[in-house]
Nanobody, 125 residues
Framework: QVQLVESGGGLVQPGGSLRLSCAAS????????MGWYRQAPGKQRELVAR???????DYENSVKGRFTISRDNAKNTTCLQMNNLKPEDTAVYYC???????????????????WGQGTQVTVSS
């Protein structure tokens, strides 16, 4: 139905930058919100940044001024530019979309969350 493929994670030194990308594909009818979540070891998954279909953005407090989320509606992609990375940003980052999709058997499916497989971001010297 819907697939999300993330890229761009890796190892970076404190103060460095990374850019995460997520491409959505499949039988998508409409994408509403797009966002990035992260989960550090032993912690719950948390929202990092979110962007609505109207390009309104929302950020977790600790990343404000350092991270920027964007989206390309024509390509069904979202990116997270992460600058001035800190060790506490280390986590698995997950792409998320809220979307409606279509099934050839059922027709239009209910709006729901879709998740990527996650990409590791490690900030360490």
């Amino acid at each position: 139905q819907v697939q999300l493929v993330e890229s761009g994670g890796g190892l970076v030194q404190p103060g460095g930058s990374l850019r995460l990308s997520c491409a959505a594909s499949g039988s998508i009818v409409q994408i509403y919100n797009m966002g990035w979540y992260r989960q550090a070891p032993g912690k719950q998954r948390e929202l990092v940044a979110r962007i609505t279909s109207g390009n309104t953005t929302d950020y977790e407090n600790s990343v404000k001024g350092r991270f920027t989320i964007s989206r390309d509606n024509a390509k069904n992609t979202t990116c997270l530019q992460m600058n001035n990375l800190k060790p506490e940003d280390t986590a698995v980052y997950y792409c998320n979309i809220v979307a409606s999709a279509q099934s050839m058997v059922i027709g239009i499916l209910p709006i729901r969350n879709y998740w990527g497989q996650g990409t590791q971001v490690t900030v360490s010297s």
